[in-house]
């Protein structure tokens, strides 16, 4: 489905040793990612490096189909691939790492700012956890880095803004579902989506995740009524952080961590610089789920803009239900209590779950064709019975235990890289399998 708005993908990974053990090696598996991407003559900006040495992203360009989205990402992800091949490294793609780690943090300003202000023991999980971000493209001249909106953005650009952000904030519960992927985290079984837990956290729901005493910074806000709402957001976003700052005696490193307001925010649907709606909701996972997830995503997105759709929160209602021009959503209530509570808990398997992700299906299946690239990724999502299949339950049907011994979690970790190097070898011309 091709539409006039602009996507692109950012995913994190955990470089490990062909033992399955973290590395701090991003250094030099940058630099041979700098020589793959040379010899290949593609862009190496697509490689940076994360929050600790162990952490590393991969980006795709923006791109209007999802077919070309799709071939970058492969692309890209072969060529780090072969990198890590290069100087002993692999890639480890799901959410959380399933046994205990003790990241080792960049001393960069933003990093070394919000560790001091957060709290070493606070802050660790952002180091044990990795995601996947979404940018959907919104209107030209909409974003400004300083003010959050322009002042000259074009009205029509505001209200899509506005749509996007709260249609991406309506499927925040459904993303959480689809994306689960490893369900431990430093040795047990969670019995949570564990990333959402530990990274976002929540204190209504009794998880102590990076943000759980920030919810203005880290957890899912309600609806916009309109673009000035969002401005006000990050202002309060920001006053947040800086008393957080203040009460750790790190304010003064302010201007050296953030050279934007907006960068003053890590929730799961984000305005970003980039003049896009970021959502950051989906945990790292294989590229079959990524990509289905994407694809469902942008579907649902180009629906909303190319049918002008508004998005409107409607009491009772617990589903998305398309009425005329209207998208109809369930209250935040609804998305931020109870669908976000079974997200992380049951899953795609909850009872109210299972209606609700059935609507974003039959919504986007409107609009894509089965046998498109967009239709066919979307449909790897689901099995033969028309359930939902996710990472996480795979890997409880072949592990179950409650905890994991070293070898264990060792073995979980080199079957996750081996099955997302397998499914690249699948895409990517002259990648091999894993031996």
Not at 310 to 329: A, H, K, M, W, Y
């Amino acid at each position: 489905m091709k539409t006039d708005r602009r996507a692109g993908l950012e995913q994190e990974f955990l470089l490990v040793d062909p033992e399955g053990c973290v590395s701090d090696g991003a250094d030099a598996f940058l630099r041979s990612c700098r020589e793959v991407a040379r010899e290949a003559g593609t862009d190496a900006s697509v490689f940076s490096g994360e929050c600790t040495f162990g952490m590393v992203e991969v980006r795709t360009g923006p791109h209007r189909d999802f077919a070309s989205l799709r071939e970058e990402y492969l692309t890209n992800l072969g060529l780090a691939v072969r990198a890590g091949r290069e100087v002993g490294l692999r890639l480890y793609p799901l959410g959380t790492y399933p046994l205990p780690l003790t990241p080792r943090f960049r001393p960069e300003d933003r990093y070394r700012a919000q560790l001091r202000t957060l709290g070493e023991e606070r802050f660790m999980p952002a180091g044990r956890c990795i995601g996947v971000h979404l940018h959907v493209e919104i209107p030209p001249g909409v974003v400004d880095r300083e003010e959050v909106i322009s002042q000259s953005a074009p009205l029509e650009g505001l209200s899509e803004l506005v749509r996007v952000y709260n249609l991406m904030t309506a499927l925040d519960p459904a993303l959480i579902s689809l994306t689960r992927s490893c369900p431990y985290y430093e040795g047990r079984l969670t019995e949570l989506a564990a990333r959402t837990a530990f990274y976002r956290g929540s204190q209504k729901f009794g998880w102590e995740g990076v943000y759980a005493e920030l919810p203005e910074l880290g957890s899912l806000h309600p609806y916009v009524g309109n673009a000035e709402d969002l401005v006000d957001r990050q202002l309060e976003g920001k006053e947040a952080w800086l008393r957080a700052m203040r009460r750790a005696g790190t304010d003064r490193e302010l201007k050296a961590m953030s050279k934007s307001i907006l960068d003053l925010c890590w929730r799961p649907v984000r305005v970003s610089q980039q003049n896009t709606v970021e959502v950051r909701s989906l945990d790292g996972n294989l590229p079959r789920v990524v990509l289905g997830t994407v694809a469902l995503v942008r579907a649902l997105a180009g629906r909303l803009v190319a049918e002008g759709l508004s998005v409107e929160p409607e009491p009772g209602v617990r589903t998305l239900v398309q009425d005329g021009s209207r998208l109809l959503v369930p209250s935040f209530d609804l998305v931020g209590g109870e669908l976000l509570y079974e997200a992380a808990t049951s899953g795609a398997s909850g009872e109210a779950m299972r209606p609700y992700l059935d609507s974003v299906f039959r919504l986007a299946g409107e609009v894509v064709r089965a046998g498109s690239p967009e239709g066919r990724a979307i449909a790897e999502l689901r099995d033969e019975s028309g359930g939902y299949r996710t990472t996480d339950a795979e890997i409880l049907e072949r592990w179950g235990a409650t905890t994991l011994g070293t070898e264990e979690g060792l073995a979980l970790v080199r079957e996750a890289c081996d099955r997302l190097e397998g499914e690249l070898a699948e895409e990517v011309p002259g990648l091999s399998a894993p031996a």
